[in-house]
């Protein structure tokens, strides 16, 4: 088990995780070819929009970051949240058990929901772009008749481009926030959007 609360109050630590997970997500996409499914593109697209939120929802203020170092634990203990009779012989229940144990250990209530992605876009003012992008990228993300009917079409390389410069631009503006040694900008500020 990661060792999340003392940690938790590092911005710094929570920033760098979250600047990783981008350059991963950024690469991926950077390297999707006319053979990648639009399903990965929106998706890496998608990622890098929840990523960008985090970032700046993080940057925001220690207290933001040292709860979404928590809701790391809150979000292991839910996902193990698995009935025995669901996936027999699978520890997910001995593990969430560990995990419970080390949160009440360490003063912190593990039961306690965590922050949706999209209610940390709406606290950041941000509540509209997220959920019309979120949208957007996962009609293409997972298997909707619209993403299956439009396999092999030109509207779906068209999809797949836009989705990459998109996806590109949500990249650049979530390392800038995970830079704490330099200033922010607005990145969604209209005057730089219709720029990309």
Known sequence: MPNYVTKADNQAYVLQ?????????????EY??????VST?????????ELVIWAEYCRSSDERAHEFMLDGARDAYDALNIPDK????????????????????????IDEPY????????ALGRGDIFKHLNKTFSKFAHPTAFAILSLGSEEEQLIK????????????AALMFTDLSKPVVNPFDASLVGST
Not at 17 to 29: E, H, S, T, W
Not at 32 to 37: E, F, I, L, M, V
Not at 86 to 109: H, I, M, W, Y
Not at 115 to 122: F, G, L
């Open 17 to 29: 995780k979250i600047r990783a997970a981008v350059i991963l997500n950024r690469d991926r996409l």
């Open 32 to 37: 999707s070819t006319a053979n990648t499914p």
């Open 41 to 49: 593109t929106a998706w890496l697209t998608r990622n890098l929009l």
């Open 86 to 109: 669901v996936l027999p012989n699978f520890p997910s229940q001995t593990v969430r058990a560990q995990l419970l144990e080390k949160a009440k250990a360490d003063g912190f209530d």
């Open 115 to 122: 922050t949706w992605v999209s209610n940390a876009a709406k």
């Open 161 to 172: 481009e836009k989705a990459v410069k998109m996806g590109m631009f949500l990249a650049d």
